[in-house]
């Protein structure tokens, strides 16, 4: 009998928080764009408030909280028996761990003997502390396949931690075009900027890998001879009170708007003319994917899985990492040169909509949750064959 003869199938999608990170919204963004003929999806996490979780109870998805998020806490035993529960009771055939949530989910759904058990890794390692990374390499173990964002993760995870390369499965992120498209910017509800601004921009999480001092100090280099050129940073996080020093010292506060995590990405994102990633680590990011659908010219750090999200002088500008005369020097370039901007923006907008939209994403992610099912629990197959396609611009 076909998957899709039979009753949809029960996935347990595991993630640590409901906030507003590049994780939670993409365990969001799958969660209700799962096939629900297919599929029936819940959600555990450690965190179960925040904007991801208000979205995921309107689609109807359970979310199940979970009491702990360390090995060390005397709830932990009571938390893995809950779960286990839970599993059973719902009768759950697929657990997708996409973070550290792997650490109690894997084992258990191995002791549990759930058909496919799955993990994701979307950023680099070197984020992680010693003990978690070290913890990780149990779970690669387990875990039946291991889903990646970009094949730059897919060659760290290769390099540096010896997973066998056919236990890797490669799935860009997808953008809503619905929310994130072109358009005439509006900017009559952002402080401090006019119409008649040319905006640089970023939306990230304020945290020390973004390497926002770099798009500070470059922003200060480029701005001495443009009086209408504005910052503008969105977003929270750890590191709000050194930029704001920052923006002090570098003599960029009148020319700097902050404004913390908003709900509704796409009118900000549309209001930049120029949308910058100054990341010192990236895997496959969501915000340039973003920036790229709205139809901004998107200048990006060369790190990570960014080359092959943006094509320099193509669907936007690289820099190298760190680099702040060369970041700098691109502002300069793309400030003075509306057309250009505009050329490069257009050429993103269409890149984003035609290989990298949501439904694409999620045909992929449903895609490689069949495969594992039929696999295992109908044909009796090897989880991996040594001839199945790569997944690249050309098999989508």
């Known amino acids: 009998m076909a998957l899709e003869q039979m009753s949809p199938v029960p996935i347990l999608l595991m993630?640590?928080?409901l906030g507003s990170g590049g994780i939670e919204r993409d365990v969001t963004k799958l969660a209700r764009g799962l096939d629900r003929s297919r599929f029936t999806p819940f959600v555990a996490t450690y965190r179960p408030t925040g904007i991801r979780s208000e979205e995921l109870i309107r689609a109807g998805i359970p979310i199940l909280p979970l009491q702990v998020s360390s090995f060390k806490s005397p709830r932990f035993i009571a938390t893995a028996v809950q779960l286990g529960r839970f599993i059973r009771r719902q009768r759950i055939k697929i657990v997708h761990a996409f973070d550290s949530t792997a650490i109690l989910g894997v084992p258990l759904a191995r002791l549990l003997r759930v058909p496919a058990i799955l993990t994701s890794t979307l950023g680099h390692r070197a984020l992680l502390d010693d003990r978690t990374r070290q913890q990780f390499r149990i779970t690669d173990h387990l875990a039946d396949a291991i889903v990646?964002?970009?094949?730059?993760?897919?060659?760290?995870l290769i390099d540096d931690f010896s997973i066998d390369a056919e236990r890797i499965r490669l799935c860009y992120n997808g953008v809503d075009t619905k929310e994130f498209y072109p358009s005439e910017p509006a900017r009559a509800d952002l402080p401090g900027i006019t119409a008649e601004d040319v905006v640089i921009g970023t939306v990230c999480?304020?945290?020390?890998e973004k390497g926002l001092e770099v798009l500070q100090e470059a922003f200060a280099k480029a701005r001495r001879s443009f009086p209408h050129v504005k910052l503008l940073i969105v977003g929270s996080g750890p590191q709000l009170d050194v930029m704001n020093r920052n923006s002090k010292r570098l003599g960029i506060d009148d020319a700097s708007v902050m404004l913390p995590t908003v709900r509704d990405v796409g009118p900000v994102v549309r209001a930049m003319d120029?949308?910058?990633?100054?990341?010192h680590s990236e895997a496959f990011s969501n915000s340039i994917l973003e920036a790229m659908a709205s139809g901004c010219c998107v200048i990006a750090s060369r790190v990570g899985g960014t080359p092959e999200l943006v094509t320099d002088g193509q669907t936007g500008a690289l820099f190298n990492v760190g680099d702040v005369d060369q970041l700098a020097h691109r502002l300069v370039e793309l400030i003075q040169d509306s057309s250009l901007r505009k050329a490069l923006g257009t050429k993103a907008a269409e890149f984003a909509a035609d290989k990298l939209n949501i439904d694409i994403a999620l045909r992929r992610s449903m895609e490689i949750y069949d495969d594992l099912l039929r696999r295992k629990?109908?044909?009796r197959?090897?989880?991996v064959s040594s001839n199945e396609k790569s997944f690249d611009w050309n098999y989508r």
Do not use: K, W
């Not at 990646?148 to 760290?156: D, I, L, P, S, T």
């Not at 120029?274 to 990341?279: A, D, H």
């Open 15 to 17: 993630v640590r928080e």
């Open 148 to 156: 990646v964002n970009c094949n730059a993760m897919r060659n760290h």
């Open 205 to 208: 999480v304020l945290r020390p």
């Open 274 to 279: 120029i949308f910058v990633s100054s990341s």
């Open 377 to 379: 629990t109908l044909l």
């Open 381 to 383: 197959q090897p989880l």
